[in-house]
């Protein structure tokens, strides 16, 4: 080992580098024979085919003056700008478009890979590494956007480099200067994601630490001492994300709100209240599957502080209980798992019964992978799912394909930091098992969801002529075309 980098020699580095090769060739291995294939079914082809391929061809033809002030996308509109100049100056063709939004995809799993096999090079094989992030590239959300014109790989990417500078220990100028550089590319991809701003800032303020310890949670001294040092880091780095505040704010003018004016009835600003459930719940269902990677730190937590478990349990519970939790597309709960919540009583026409006990569980799964990590590297993760749980309560559609993809990351992420960390340094094989089972059963869903869904047709929008109402969920598996009322029901 180099000690003064930090970096494994040999078979190490080799499992770094077969890990980042492997997992984006899988994954182009799933999605390369369904773009060859001109595949056109469900949610994913349908937004494509409607919205973002038209802003994409527009944006072209309007090379080198775009019209941003509205188009046929809710997001800020950086993807559909890059791949504009594809098809502007190298292919306008459907097949060599959805070619580069696929390499896209890749660049993106080939970089959560590396992040992963670093820290586990001593404990996993590369395909140890590619098991535990299978789940990611097998989710259907993840599948689609590398298949079709979708951004939300794209802003996945850009929001992984952003969790990753973070996560270093190093805190520099240099790493400032990135993270602001990668915020601007972010919030013009997604403006949403403006809270991982706040990500940064934690990471600068805590600066360098140990990459291995072990301590409880929480201590004073993980963000206390050398106050000066922290605050001239932590506004080095305020500074230098204010350009990505700035362009969010350039398209609040211009839109006269915080999308194009389009999408105001869809995604205009409203607190959606079920947000944290979700995310609590989403954590739980997928982190069980991880199960080996928290379980030493949940004994811990156990013997130390089982008081904060049994408070991080109840207000896990509460949070589910509060809000409205049911089945319900007109308020925006109504894909991914408000199906089994739809199939489920519910308490008073407010509670369902799947919720709090599933929010319960994440929470202590939460503080589990807490535990298991550094100090430092807990406090960034901590503040990076509650920055993203805060943010998306805003939009008031509860849509799982805007949330499952980053627990999945930040659960395989966590994962690896548990390795690195200490806490789950040498896990078995048997390790790699539930991760498994857990992208098998996401690969289904996402058979399910391409395969078994209507054939997308052109429903003719425009901006300013978008049609958000949908029909109910048992009506969108079907052999008929999806028809411009269909697509909040597969999404």
Same mark, same amino acid.
């Not at 003018?253 to 869809?266: A, C, R, V």
């Given at each position: 080992m180099d000690h003064a980098t930090g970096f494994s020699t040999g078979r190490h580095r080799r499992t770094i580098f077969a890990a980042s090769f492997l997992a984006p060739a899988f994954f182009l291995a799933l999605a390369l024979p369904l773009i060859f294939n001109g595949l056109n079914r469900g949610r994913g082809a349908a937004d494509s085919l409607n919205y973002h391929e038209k802003a994409i061809r527009t944006f072209a033809s309007q090379f080198p003056h775009p019209d941003l002030s509205d188009y046929l996308s809710a997001t800020t509109p950086g993807y559909h700008l890059l791949l504009s100049l594809v098809a502007r100056f190298i292919s306008d063709q459907r097949l060599h478009l959805q070619l580069a939004s696929a390499a896209l995809s890749a660049l993106l799993i080939a970089t959560l890979a590396s992040a992963c096999a670093w820290r586990m090079r001593r404990a996993m094989s590369p395909f140890g590494v590619l098991a535990v992030c299978l789940p990611f590239l097998c989710s259907i959300y993840v599948l689609s956007s590398g298949v079709w014109l979708l951004p939300d790989n794209a802003a996945w990417f850009a929001l992984l480099g952003v969790l990753l500078l973070a996560l270093r220990r190093s805190q520099h100028f240099g790493v400032f200067v990135a993270a602001g550089l990668l915020m601007v590319v972010l919030v013009l991809t997604r403006q949403i994601h403006i809270w991982a701003?706040?990500?940064?800032?934690?990471?600068?303020?805590?600066?360098?630490?140990?990459?291995?310890?072990?301590?409880?949670?929480?201590?004073?001294?993980?963000?206390?001492?050398?106050?000066?040092?922290?605050?001239?880091?932590?506004?080095?780095?305020?500074?230098?994300?204010?350009?990505?505040?700035?362009?969010?704010?350039?398209?609040?003018?211009?839109? #006269?709100?915080?999308?194009?004016?389009?999408?105001?009835?869809?995604?205009?600003?409203?607190?959606?209240?079920?947000?944290?459930?979700?995310?609590?719940?989403?954590?739980?269902?997928?982190?069980?599957?991880?199960?080996?990677?928290?379980?030493?730190?949940?004994?811990?937590?156990?013997?130390?502080?089982?008081?904060?478990?049994?408070?991080?349990?109840?207000?896990?519970?509460?949070?589910?209980?509060?809000?409205?939790?049911?089945?319900?597309?007109?308020?925006?709960?109504?894909?991914?798992?408000?199906?089994?919540?739809?199939?489920?009583?519910?308490?008073?026409?407010?509670?369902?019964?799947?919720?709090?006990?599933?929010?319960?569980?994440?929470?202590?799964?939460?503080?589990?992978?807490?535990?298991?990590?550094?100090?430092?590297?807990?406090?960034?993760?901590?503040?990076?799912?509650? #920055?993203?749980?805060?943010?998306?309560?805003?939009?008031?559609?509860?849509?799982?394909?805007?949330?499952?993809?980053?627990?999945?990351?930040?659960?395989?992420?966590?994962?690896?930091?548990?390795?690195?960390? #200490?806490?789950?340094?040498?896990?078995?094989?048997?390790?790699?098992?539930?991760?498994l089972a857990l992208a098998a059963l996401l690969a289904f869903v996402s058979y399910r969801g391409i395969f078994h869904e209507r054939v997308a047709t052109d429903a003719h929008f425009t901006p300013g002529n978008v049609e958000p109402a949908a029909l109910s969920p048992s009506q969108s598996r079907s052999d008929h075309p999806i028809g411009p009322r269909d697509f909040a029901t597969l999404r």
């Open positions: 701003a706040g990500v940064i800032w934690i990471g600068a303020w805590l600066g360098a630490g140990a990459a291995r310890s072990e301590s409880p949670l929480f201590s004073r001294h993980d963000i206390g001492g050398r106050t000066i040092p922290r605050i001239t880091r932590t506004t080095l780095a305020f500074l230098l994300t204010l350009p990505a505040f700035a362009v969010l704010f350039y398209f609040y003018k211009l839109w #006269g709100g915080l999308t194009p004016p389009s999408f105001k009835p869809m995604h205009g600003a409203r607190i959606q209240w079920a947000g944290p459930a979700l995310d609590l719940s989403l954590l739980a269902v997928a982190g069980c599957f991880y199960f080996e990677f928290w379980r030493a730190a949940f004994g811990k937590l156990t013997r130390e502080q089982p008081v904060l478990l049994v408070a991080v349990a109840a207000g896990g519970f509460l949070l589910a209980v509060l809000p409205n939790t049911t089945h319900d597309p007109a308020s925006g709960r109504v894909t991914g798992i408000f199906h089994a919540v739809k199939a489920l009583p519910d308490i008073a026409d407010h509670t369902s019964i799947l919720f709090p006990p599933l929010a319960a569980l994440g929470a202590v799964i939460l503080f589990s992978f807490l535990r298991a990590m550094n100090p430092r590297a807990r406090w960034v993760m901590l503040g990076a799912l509650l #920055g993203f749980s805060i943010a998306n309560s805003v939009n008031p559609q509860l849509w799982q394909r805007y949330h499952e993809p980053f627990i999945l990351m930040w659960i395989i992420l966590a994962s690896s930091l548990a390795v690195w960390g #200490g806490s789950a340094a040498k896990p078995g094989r048997l390790a790699v098992i539930g991760p």
